[in-house]
């Protein structure tokens, strides 16, 4: 017979009440009890029923998380990392991880929303891609239902996020292209109600400024965040009766289709023209050149959101002396000079 939290009680004569509150974690059993019991029940074999403790507890042990494209986006390497690391995260907390996709703004992303949050379908949600004026951390807030953000809304109240300086790594990116020699710098951004492109624009801009480049319209263009955005709008800069000798991209699938615009354009990038990116997504210091990049560990990052987010669901507190997460510009072959190669 398998053995019952009976048995586990029995073994160590203590109540089942506080075996089964030491196995869920509730801060009224001593530290050193609660070692104890979840080390004797795992020597004798007992699993607990998880319907049971999650019916006990109110909670699911599920963390939700919904991708918020027009198209499935999970061979986009920006969200395969994000969600590995958020995978990972949970499993190694005992939690699950449920993952949708809608596409934003729409009514079947604010439905996927309310049925998780009314429904209790998980305990917590995870955001990224956040808009200036998010609904969906308004919804989220006003529920009073728990989650955290990578990058935050600009006008809602304090929630726990983890926050990426795009604003100052562009500038340092920018500063990297002028020591080059270069004063036509394009930039291709992203839709003007999200958070990295208007920071990350931000940061071209001060960028310019600080080296007394004139700012041209003409070389600023918009993309979408996707490779195919990034080639458009890398052909039409191209194209131009005055092309910019290096474009800083607001991520690095917009790079890569740069990369490809430049290559149909006759161009040789890391020489007739410069290409950088940021996001810093694992396996593009292998394109063709290599991509210069604001790495930004976004496996990590996204981790990181998980363990902030069950601290708030536990109301446990996250460990002390937690490293910053820091991004680094990696500077490679997409961009020339005597710097190649090198990290800043």
Same mark, same amino acid.
């Given at each position: 017979?398998?053995?019952?939290?009976?048995?586990?009680?029995?073994k160590l004569n203590l109540s089942i009440t506080t075996v089964s509150r030491a196995l869920d974690g509730?801060?009224?059993?001593?530290?050193?009890?609660?070692?104890?019991?979840?080390?004797?029940?795992?020597?004798?074999?007992?699993?607990?029923?998880?319907?049971?403790?999650?019916?006990?507890?109110?909670?699911?042990?599920?963390?939700?998380?919904?991708?918020?494209?027009?198209?499935?986006?999970?061979?986009?390497?920006?969200?395969?990392?994000?969600?590995?690391?958020?995978?990972?995260?949970?499993?190694?907390?005992?939690?699950?991880?449920?993952?949708?996709?809608?596409?934003?703004?729409?009514?079947?992303?604010?439905?996927?929303?309310?049925?998780?949050?009314?429904?209790?379908?998980?305990?917590?949600?995870?955001?990224?891609?956040?808009?200036?004026?998010?609904?969906?951390?308004?919804?989220?807030?006003?529920?009073?239902?728990?989650?955290?953000?990578?990058?935050?809304?600009?006008?809602?109240?304090?929630?726990?996020?983890?926050?990426?300086?795009?604003?100052?790594?562009?500038?340092?990116?920018?500063?990297?292209?002028?020591?080059?020699?270069?004063?036509?710098?394009?930039?291709?951004?992203?839709?003007?109600?999200?958070?990295?492109?208007?920071?990350?624009?931000?940061?071209?801009?001060?960028?310019?400024?600080?080296? !007394?480049?004139?700012?041209? %319209? &003409? @070389?600023?263009?918009? $993309?979408?965040?996707?490779? =195919? +955005?990034?080639?458009?709008?890398?052909?039409?800069?191209?194209?131009?009766?005055?092309?910019?000798?290096?474009?800083?991209?607001?991520?690095?699938?917009?790079?890569?289709?740069?990369?490809?615009?430049?290559?149909?354009? !006759?161009?040789?990038?890391? %020489? &007739? @023209?410069?290409?950088? $990116?940021?996001?810093?997504? =694992? +396996?593009?210091?292998?394109?063709?050149?290599?991509?210069?990049?604001?790495?930004?560990?976004?496996?990590?990052?996204?981790?990181?959101?998980?363990?902030?987010?069950?601290?708030?669901?536990?109301?446990?507190?996250?460990?002390?002396?937690?490293?910053?997460?820091?991004?680094?510009?990696?500077?490679?072959?997409?961009?020339? +000079?005597?710097?190649?190669?090198?990290?800043?």
């Amino acid at each position: 017979m398998p053995t019952t939290i009976r048995d586990v009680a029995k073994k160590l004569n203590l109540s089942i009440t506080t075996v089964s509150r030491a196995l869920d974690g509730y801060a009224d059993v001593a530290e050193a009890t609660r070692l104890l019991v979840v080390k004797t029940a795992q020597e004798m074999g007992y699993t607990p029923n998880q319907a049971a403790r999650q019916l006990r507890r109110r909670r699911t042990d599920t963390i939700g998380y919904i991708l918020s494209a027009d198209k499935p986006r999970f061979s986009d390497p920006f969200f395969a990392e994000f969600t590995a690391g958020l995978g990972d995260e949970t499993s190694a907390s005992g939690f699950d991880l449920l993952i949708s996709t809608a596409p934003p703004g729409s009514l079947i992303e604010k439905q996927a929303y309310e049925r998780w949050v009314h429904g209790r379908r998980v305990d917590g949600i995870i955001l990224n891609r956040i808009h200036l004026n998010d609904w969906r951390v308004q919804f989220l807030a006003q529920s009073n239902f728990p989650f955290v953000t990578l990058e935050r809304s600009h006008t809602t109240n304090p929630h726990p996020a983890i926050e990426v300086n795009g604003r100052y790594w562009f500038r340092l990116l920018i500063d990297h292209l002028v020591s080059l020699g270069h004063q036509r710098i394009a930039y291709i951004g992203a839709a003007p109600d999200l958070t990295i492109q208007a920071d990350r624009y931000l940061g071209y801009r001060e960028g310019l400024q600080r080296h !007394g480049l004139p700012f041209d %319209q &003409d @070389l600023v263009a918009e $993309g979408d965040l996707t490779s =195919e +955005g990034g080639y458009r709008a890398g052909e039409r800069l191209l194209r131009s009766t005055n092309p910019p000798t290096a474009i800083a991209c607001v991520d690095d699938m917009t790079a890569i289709g740069v990369l490809h615009a430049a290559r149909d354009a !006759g161009k040789i990038v890391g %020489q &007739d @023209l410069a290409v950088a $990116g940021f996001d810093g997504i =694992e +396996g593009f210091e292998h394109t063709q050149p290599p991509l210069t990049t604001v790495n930004q560990p976004v496996y990590l990052i996204a981790r990181r959101l998980v363990q902030m987010l069950i601290a708030k669901i536990t109301a446990k507190p996250l460990p002390d002396n937690q490293p910053p997460i820091e991004p680094v510009l990696e500077i490679r072959q997409s961009t020339r +000079g005597k710097q190649e190669g090198q990290s800043l």
